[in-house]
Every structure is written in C-alpha cells, then in structure tokens.
C-alpha cells in the first residue's frame, strides 16, 4: 500500500433490530458489560485515521458515548446509511474506507487487518465464511431440490473499499443491495474474498446474543500489567503528576517532564502487553524525547494496546509521597488521564499514599509512584 493511503472506517448502527426483538435496538443492547456499538467502535480504534458511526435520526443524542468518532444521521435501508457516512469522508484526504455493521461487535484485528492488506491489490476485500452445510431448497415444509454449495460463501463485514470508487457506486446503485459488495460488483470493482471468522458474526436474531456472549466469556484474553517509576526532587516550582502541574516547593528530575506517576501508568500498559518499557519505546540517551510531555508516551502505549486489539478496562496509579498533597488535585489528574487515554474517567483511579516519613519518599528525596493496568480483548 502506497503511503498516502489512509483508511477510515463506516460503522452503520441505524437500522432498528426488528428481527432481535428485546425492545431496544441490538446495537444499543448490552454485550458482556459493553454495547454493541461501543464493541464495534472499539474494534477499529487504532486501525483506521478516522471513524464515522452512522446513527438513528432519533438517537443522535447516543453521540456522546463515542467521543472519537465522527457521527452523521442515517437513512430509510442500509445502503442509505452507508451512503450517508460515505459522504461525510468525501472531500477528506481518506482514500480507503472499511463499512462495517455496528451489529457485528466481535470483529477481531486479524480480519480487519487482512481487509486492509487486501485493499493493496485490489479495489475492494471482504471477509467471508465458505458455506460448509448442505444446501436445499425448500417449500411447503418439504425438501424441495439441493443446491450445489461449492464456491459459496457467507458475506461478512467489514467490507472494504477505495473511497472515491465506492462512494460513486452507491450514487450511481439504484434499488435494494445486500451488501457493499453487491454495490460495487454493480459498478463492475472488483472485490477480494479474505478469511472471514465464526465469531464475526451478525446478531440478527434474539438467540444471536447469548452465543455472542459465549464467545466473549470463553474466549476473553485478560492481561495485567504493572509499572514502577521514582524521580528526584531538584529545584523548581512544581511537579507534573498524572499530566497536571502541582504547584510545589522543588521539581522533579527528568529527561522528559518527569512525571513519576504518568511514567507508571504507562509502564503498566506496556507491561500488560509485554512490551517492554518507556526506556526501550523512547530512549532517555535519545535528545528528542527532552522535556517531553509524558502524554506522548502514554497515548503511544494505549495505541500499542489499540493496535493489538486491546482495550483498556481500568488503570490504577498510586502516588507515593509526603508533600505535595495529592487529594486536592486528584480529580484533575483522573480527567487529564481520561482524556489521554480516551477512557471514561470512572475506569481511572489516582490515589496517594505517604510512606509515614520512612524512606527516600519520606525523607522528601523524590516521588515514587506504581501503577495497574487491565487490558481486555
Ligand atoms: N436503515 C438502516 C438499516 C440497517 N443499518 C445497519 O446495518 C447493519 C446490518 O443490518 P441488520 O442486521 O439488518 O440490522 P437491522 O436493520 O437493525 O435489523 P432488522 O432488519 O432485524 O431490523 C446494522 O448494524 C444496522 O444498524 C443501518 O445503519 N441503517
Ligand atoms: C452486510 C451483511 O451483514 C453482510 O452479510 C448483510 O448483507 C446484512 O444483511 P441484512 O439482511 O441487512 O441483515
């Protein structure tokens, strides 16, 4: 793939869920502590520049828990809805799209990724299943005839596409499709078949989400991971915990803004993925990383995390120091945390503790700070 390419993903949550019943809307029905939609976001962060989920007219306010993706309104049929989250990338420099069903929240990296790297050759990828069952038909409450199966499959999503050539597909299609894919066979683009998964499936039908959950509970990888970090006191005005100046009497020591707890938060991350440490990801013999904000190494980890197919499921830092006193700034830690790592505030904890004046921290040497991290996929 050349290097202007940049890809965004169009998740399409508009439709109703007529078929799942259960009176909400399935995308917005819970999935092992998560909504679909929230897991089908969630699969691409880290996969993609930029994100469109296209919502219900009537459920824009729903934006909210979605941050980072840009959301638009949908239309009548799927297609219109695909339609109308193409358009919003038209006129960006996206030249890749991957339209995906927010209805299929167990999407893994490994499928998005080989859609991706199908893209290199071709026009458009789609993920499918070769049909394994004997196929009939049927009517009347009787078999009726068979039907040859060999070479065919079932469709999946995400279905990925060159933008330009895609978003003209649809405004030239007219009638009822399937799928994206039928829309650009129409246009006469060609579309690659990559392995598609059991677990990508579409939930449909009301039974669809306890095999889901089954999925999730069998198969859920959880790792933990923890960090450790200790600067010393030097001159200065303040100290940079957890992303916030702390008005002080000393500063800490540092290559980069030496933020002792950051530095922790994030060694946790990488720990959990075993992916070594801050020193082996930004160098300290290495003049760039100089007065860094420790923003970038932690938002480095959490893409790694992201990268991975792992989401971050809570974090706990501990401050270990006599002075300053955490408490009243603990808060802004948390939101500052929040916002690095795109989390919701309540999956952060930033906590304090004193040494009762034994050690180097009680001594006023330095701060030490330690951190947890759980990740989840
Ligand atoms: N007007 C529509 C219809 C469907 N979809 C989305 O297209 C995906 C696949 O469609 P489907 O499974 O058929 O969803 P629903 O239309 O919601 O289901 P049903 O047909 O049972 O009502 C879903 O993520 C759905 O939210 C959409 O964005 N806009
Ligand atoms: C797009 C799709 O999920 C590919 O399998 C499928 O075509 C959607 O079909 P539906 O009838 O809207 O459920």
Partial sequence: MSDGTQFAAVIVAAGRGERAGGGTPKQWRALAGKTVAQRSVAAFHGKVAQIVLVLHPSEMHRAELFPNAQVVAGGANRAASVLRGLEALEGSDI???????????????????????ALAGSAGAAPALPV????????????????????????????????QAILEAHRAFDGDAADDVEIARAAGLEVALVPGEERNMKLT??????????????????????????????????????????PHDRGLQGHSDADVAMHAATDAIYG????????????????????MDSATFLAHAVSRAAEKGFRISNIDVTIICERPKIGPHAAAMQARMAEIMELAAERISVKATTSERLGFTGRGEGIAAQASAVLIK
């Fill in 205 to 246: 039908w009301p039974e669809d989400f306890a095999r889901a959950e089954a999925m999730l509970g069998g198969e859920m990888d959880i790792r933990m991971g923890n960090g450790f970090d200790v600067h010393r006191f030097g001159p200065g005005d303040h100290v940079m915990l957890c992303g916030v100046a702390v």
């Fill in 272 to 291: 959990a993925l075993a992916d070594g440490d801050i020193g082996r990801h930004f160098p300290p013999s290495d003049p760039q990383w100089k007065g």
């Fill in 132 to 163: 394994t069952d004997a196929l009939w038909r049927g009517g009347d409450g009787v078999v009726q005839g068979t039907q040859n199966r060999s070479g065919l499959f079932r469709a999946q999503t995400p279905q990925g596409f060159a933008l």
């Fill in 95 to 117: 030249t890749h799209v991957l339209i995906h069903d927010a209805a299929r929240p167990l999407v893994s990296a490994q499928v998005i990724d080989a859609v991706k790297a």
